[in-house]
C-alpha cells in the first residue's frame, strides 16, 4: 500500500461524504460534551460559516415556534447527517441534548450560554454547563460565566443567536 492509498484511507474513515464533500469531523467529542462545542469545532476545523453550519445541520422549525431556536432541541436537527458529520454515535448524540434528562431540561436549562473560561479556551463545553443549579465548575473551582469578560455581553443558547458565529469567541467584541 503506497503512501497515497494510505493517506486515501485515512480522508475516507475521518471526512464523511455529504453531497460530493468532505468534512473534517472536528476531533473527538468527549462524553457529555455539548453540540455546542461539537459544532464550534467542527465550523473551526471546516472554515464554515453560521450560515453554512445551520443549513448543513438543522432540519426545520418545530410546531412549538418557541423552542425551534434553542440549540439543546435534538428535534430540529438532523441527526443521521450530525452523526455522520461528527463521527458520533447515536447516544453520543442523545447526550449531547440532555435526552437522558428530558423531564427536567425545560426546567433546568440556563437560555444563556454559560461556560468555564479553562474549558472554553481549550475549545470544550458541556451540556451540564446550561444547567441553572451549577454555579461552579468542579473541576477547576472556577465559577461559571454567562457573559464576557471584555464587553459584558450575555449570547443566548440557540440557533438564531450570535452564539455560532465566532467559535469559542464573544459574537459582539471578538475576545
Known amino acids: 500500500m503506497g503512501l497515497n492509498d494510505f493517506q486515501s484511507l485515512i480522508d475516507t474513515c475521518?471526512?464523511?461524504?455529504?453531497?460530493?464533500?468532505?468534512?473534517?469531523?472536528?476531533?473527538a467529542v468527549d462524553r457529555y460534551e455539548s453540540i455546542?462545542?461539537?459544532?464550534s469545532r467542527f465550523?473551526?476545523?471546516?472554515?464554515?460559516?453560521?450560515?453554512?453550519l445551520v443549513g448543513l445541520f438543522k432540519a426545520g422549525m418545530l410546531r412549538d415556534f418557541s423552542r425551534s431556536k434553542d440549540l439543546g432541541n435534538i428535534g430540529i436537527i438532523n441527526t443521521e447527517q450530525m452523526m455522520?458529520?461528527?463521527?458520533?454515535s447515536k447516544s453520543q448524540l442523545d447526550e449531547m441534548f440532555w435526552s437522558w434528562r428530558s423531564k427536567f431540561k425545560d426546567s433546568i436549562c440556563c437560555p444563556y450560554f454559560r461556560y468555564c473560561s479553562i474549558c472554553a479556551s481549550a475549545h470544550r463545553h458541556y451540556t451540564v454547563f446550561q444547567a441553572d443549579g451549577l454555579i461552579k465548575w468542579p473541576f477547576h473551582s472556577l465559577?461559571?460565566?454567562d457573559c464576557c469578560d471584555y464587553c459584558g455581553k450575555s449570547m443566548c443558547y440557540e440557533w438564531s443567536g450570535p452564539l455560532l458565529s465566532h467559535p469559542f469567541r464573544c459574537a459582539y467584541c471578538m475576545e
Open 143 to 145: 465559577p461559571l460565566k
Open 43 to 52: 465550523a473551526l476545523a471546516n472554515s464554515l460559516s453560521k450560515r453554512e
Open 14 to 27: 475521518i471526512r464523511p461524504q455529504l453531497s460530493g464533500l468532505s468534512y473534517s469531523s472536528g476531533g
Open 84 to 88: 455522520s458529520c461528527l463521527a458520533i
Open 36 to 39: 455546542y462545542a461539537a459544532l
